[in-house]
């Protein structure tokens, strides 16, 4: 029986240990489609992956200044290298407005001054394009990391990285920031740390 996404989610957690055996093709569309289908700003979509399997590659992330020399990433099975389309946000938000106006999808004040809106957002500095980029990439991230407890995977998010290495080494695009890289493979946990969490009153405004 399929796993509900609350257990999913109760069941997640970063796995930094994993078992020797590479992901299967459909695996990785499987967490590629889980991605493809999480909601975006203006439905922009910015997130890109740049799916790593080859094993001196995955070694050399476990044993390079590139990620800060996390040795356990020589383990997984795959790295996912998650990036940002900065190059073609802009033009997707602006696109994407004008269908919601121009197709009456989205109507009244809220698209008042639209083109106002687009214009800033175009103007807008790399720095904060990278933000909204990222928070959507971010996102769907969430829903590949659900969908990988679901298929018996696992993954830990890393966010310690030097960019330009590996933007350099997988020839990543010009326009393109890297958000994280996500390391991915059957969970092989000598020991499984209990989650610490904040209490609900901590997080209730
Ligand atoms: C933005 C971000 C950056 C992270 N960077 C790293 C990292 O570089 N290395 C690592 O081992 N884990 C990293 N993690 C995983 C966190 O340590 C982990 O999610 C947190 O301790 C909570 O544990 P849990 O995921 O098992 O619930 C990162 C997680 C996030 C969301």
Redesign the pocket.
Known sequence: MSMGVKEAIAA?????AFAKKPLTQDEIHELLEAARNAPSSLNTQPWRFKVVTDAADIAWFGTSEA??R?G?LAGAAAVFICCADLAHYVKDSQSAAFFYRDGKIITGETMDGIDAYVAREAAAAEQARFGACAMNT?LAEAFMMLRAVEMGLGS??????DEANIKARFAIPEGMRIV?ILAVGRPDEPEV?P???KALEEIVL
């Not at 997640?12 to 930094?16: E, I, N």
């Open positions: 997640r957690h970063s796995v930094r990620s800060r996390q356990w971010a830990c998010w890393v966010g310690m990285f994280n740390y989650r610490k969490r």
